[in-house]
């Protein structure tokens, strides 16, 4: 029996959370009592002044204004203070999924939840393989001499540096999913960052990586993928280390790091999950509830060579040992050595020995799933999401997110009720567990509600790290929401006023941004949960978060990232005010409230027309000559793109030439306007990785933090490009990827033309 359900009786439906869930949307709102909220003196961390709430001035949304009183409601009352205490509780401790802390984290939300007053708080267990080092065998790495003689041993865990060790809620080092496995060998290459590219440049030197050890570095794309482009090229073993270069440019020149900076110190050491597809590895394409089956592991699709994570003073003593010739100058780092490629060993006879003990067993987590329930149609979800789980105390990753959420929560949806407020649509409140090895409690949760959500989710507003850095927002959104996003930041106050901007819209757009020339891209990638909701049902999804100024800084990951010094006190010298994390919170908070309030959905579908552009033009500029060569032309599918950007005007000539909304046709209208991003859902998914249903967002073939649009297309183009011999499979590849696309952005014009047929 799941989470808290009971059964009333034989022959009685279950009460299982799931079936509560579903039965609380469902039904109408009850009536509640309605409060007058005093004046009072405003808070100095809540950047708002204070206005009086009698219930007579509860408004809902209405011309220009998408947010209704609720929206001042939540600026006024969202403090930094309350986040700044979150994120304390949070990283107490070390909360890896599958450990008592973690759980300890997920009763406390549940039991807040509850006190705080949603309509409905359950856990939401599920039942997957989660990998860990074994306790009394840790991974490492060695160098042997020629007589077999340990010369050097790698570090398990990182200096305390804040003059207390650690305690056993912090795991040793290693990478969830690589396999047990030991393999010695007298010949290591250095690969870069290990993109494929990387391989590629190593063969056309003539060095060889199968049968070998191969070394890189962390950073600009994914470590699985780094993994898996090793197993392409048949390297025994990968050892994965993070270059001063990208994580503390300063060390040769002596400069500091944490914990007087955000650069990552010598020991520092990153965890991590090298599992390339999203949700359980036993139970692929269904949820892992009870009864579910849970498949062998010869059948998963797992990493089938080791892999460990050392630092970047353990990789140091790797490299000062390694021969053959020196790299490209592109590919050298930080260190103070000359990087070389290898195979060879400096010293005839001496090896590299890796060692990983890592243990695969099916273990609970649990999802803590809140509801405010709608007034007009509790059936339509606007669902919140943070995944809870860390490898270490996860100060940035997630819990600022957490933090953020536990705050939009607390002080916010539950008291508005109160006033005489309920938005008109449900708004779920997901904190997700197991997010740090796949994306393990969303995407079961996606498989489990797939049939629920793909007809009455509205959207799908994700924050997984609110503040790696405090220059900047990045956001990601598919286009349906980009309207709502921008209007929300326009709503909001700026973070720090005495830098000159009156409010976030202007930070936003006026201070140089990392992600250019657009304030909102479309690389969504797979970084986070938001990846199986857009991916597996298509529901307009978002991502964002406070970055560093990436002109300055060439990073892809954050220099203290899955490291143990990811703590309270590097947040609080980061943003000490959490003026930045508020900030976040009131983004994040408007928009939600904008979609689950407004009567018909804040979305435009001109700004679908444009991505539709874009990914046309984008086809035509990195693979015209191919498609030239492979007699294919991009006419019809341009011709779509001509007919929804037509459809997409009569559309919205529509809806501003009506006078009277009524509730039938709101719901005609929004159930067109969500129908949009869910129609490039098919079934099959892409050819090269069937998991992947979304044709028209996606990740690169090798990199899955980086976004692509038709992703199905590009990986067939990209296999035709590197064929080799006739290449008539891949070609036919090609020719059913542009089919498939077509066919979806087709289904989105119908989808979108549908009311001017009745």
Known sequence: MKGEGATAGRGSIPLTPAFLFLLALCLPALPLATAVVPRCMMPPDSHMGRLSTNSDEWYKPHGDD????????????????????????????????????????????????LQQGLDQVFLQPYNVQLSKPQADKPNKVYLLDEEGNVKFTSSILEEALRGEDYDDTIPPAFLAFSPSATVVSEEVVFVNYGFYEDFETLQRAGVDVSGRIVIAKFGKIFRGDKVLNAERFNASGVILYTDPADYHPDWRKGGEAYPSTFWLPESGIQRGSVLWRDGDPTTPYYPSIDGSHHIDEAHENLPRIPAHTISYT????????????????????????????????????????????????VAPIFN????????????????????????????????????????????????????????????????????????????????????????????????????????????????MLH???????????????????????????????????DAIDYNLGSTSEHAPFYQRIGIPTSYMLWEINLEEYDWSDYPLY??????????????PHFWYHLSLGHLWGLTALGLADAQVLPMDPNDEATMLRRMAEGLRQDFGTELSKGRLTL??????VDRFEQAADKFNTFTSNITNVTPLLARQLNDQLMAIEKSYI?????????????????????????????????????????????????????????????????????????????
């Open 635 to 640: 006419a019809y599918l341009e011709s779509l």
């Open 66 to 113: 998408l947010f209704g009183a609720a929206g001042g409601e939540l600026l006024r009352e969202m403090k930094a203070s309350n986040i700044r205490k979150n994120l304390k509780y949070l990283t107490t401790q070390g909360h890896m999924a599958g450990t008592k802390h973690d759980l300890d984290q997920a009763e406390h939300l549940r039991k807040a939840w």
């Open 483 to 517: 309207r709502i996003i921008k209007e929300a930041a326009k709503r909001s106050p700026a973070p720090d006023p005495s830098l000159g901007y009156s409010n976030l819209w202007d930070h936003w757009t006026q201070r140089e941004r990392p992600a250019a020339p």
């Open 368 to 479: 803590v799933v809140g509801v405010v329930r709608g007034s007009e149609e509790p059936d339509r979800y606007v669902i919140v999401g943070n995944h809870r789980d860390s490898w270490t105390y996860g100060s940035c990753d997630p819990s600022s997110g957490t933090a953020v959420m536990m705050e939009i929560q607390k002080v916010t949806l539950p008291s508005l009720p109160l006033a005489g407020w309920r938005p008109r649509r449900s708004i779920v409140f997901g904190s997700w567990g197991a997010g740090e090895f796949g994306f393990f409690g969303a995407t079961e949760m996606v498989e489990e509600y797939l049939k629920t959500f793909e007809n009455r989710a509205v959207a799908y507003l994700n924050v997984d790290i609110a503040v790696i850095q405090t220059y900047n927002l990045v956001v990601s959104a598919t286009p």
């Open 682 to 758: 098919f079934t099959e998914g892409s050819f090269q990785r069937p998991y992947m249903k979304n044709m028209m967002f996606g990740t690169s073939l090798h990199n899955q933090y980086e976004g692509w649009l038709a992703p199905g297309v590009r990986d067939a183009l990209w296999e035709a490009r590197h064929c080799k011999a006739e290449c008539e499979e891949e070609w036919e590849g090609v020719k059913q990827q542009l089919s498939i696309l077509q066919y979806v952005v087709n289904s989105a014009v119908i989808n979108l033309k549908d009311f001017m047929y009745l």
């Open 314 to 361: 353990d990789a140091r003593k790797l490299l000062v040992n390694l021969g053959g010739a020196e790299v490209p100058e592109a590919w050298r780092g930080g260190l103070d050595i000359t990087y070389r490629m290898g195979p060879q060993m400096l010293r005839p006879g001496w090896k590299v020995k890796l060692e990983v003990n890592n243990e695969k067993k």
């Open 562 to 575: 899955h490291s143990t010094f990811d703590d309270f006190e590097s947040m609080a010298t980061l943003d």
